[in-house]
């Protein structure tokens, strides 16, 4: 997905192929066991400093964002990659009204023959 340009007072937060374990899927074989998924996520979030950030609380924590992707999903049992995708992305935009925009791709690995991942990515806007 190529994203838009930054506005000036807007910066990216990327969190990249977190992989998190769950039981995903329809088939018998998919919801008897957990399978490892892949999550990407770019949060667009305002900035809330003018030169340079001091203090964690200045910024949105990549590594707080990938936990609570993680401990959200741990050993869930969820039907569909689409609904993956849209509980991150609400979860992402409910954590913190400095962020405006997420993106969400999540991949299921070699569940399908002579491939490396399926998925799905979304994208959601605060409002």
Same mark, same amino acid.
């Given at each position: 997905?190529?994203?838009?340009?930054?506005?000036?007072?807007?910066?990216? @937060?990327? $969190?990249?192929?977190?992989?998190?374990?769950?039981?995903?899927? @329809?088939?018998? %074989?998919? @919801?008897?066991?957990?399978?490892?998924?892949?999550?990407?996520?770019?949060?667009?979030?305002?900035?809330?400093? %003018?030169?340079?950030? =001091?203090?964690? =609380?200045?910024?949105?924590?990549?590594?707080?964002?990938?936990? %609570?992707?993680?401990?959200?999903?741990?050993?869930?049992?969820?039907?569909?990659? =689409?609904?993956?995708?849209?509980?991150?992305?609400?979860?992402?935009?409910?954590?913190?009204?400095?962020?405006?925009?997420?993106?969400?791709?999540?991949?299921?690995?070699?569940?399908?023959?002579?491939?490396?991942? $399926?998925? $799905?990515?979304?994208?959601?806007?605060?409002?």
């Amino acid at each position: 997905m190529v994203l838009p340009p930054l506005e000036p007072e807007k910066y990216r @937060i990327l $969190v990249k192929d977190l992989h998190v374990e769950l039981c995903l899927g @329809i088939k018998p %074989r998919e @919801i008897l066991s957990t399978q490892c998924v892949r999550i990407n996520l770019v949060l667009e979030a305002r900035r809330s400093w %003018r030169e340079s950030p =001091e203090t964690i =609380e200045e910024v949105i924590c990549y590594e707080t964002v990938a936990d %609570r992707i993680r401990n959200m999903f741990q050993g869930k049992k969820i039907h569909l990659v =689409e609904a993956v995708a849209e509980r991150a992305a609400q979860a992402c935009l409910g954590w913190d009204g400095r962020i405006d925009m997420v993106w969400v791709r999540v991949e299921k690995l070699g569940v399908v023959e002579d491939t490396n991942a $399926v998925g $799905v990515e979304i994208l959601r806007r605060r409002g």
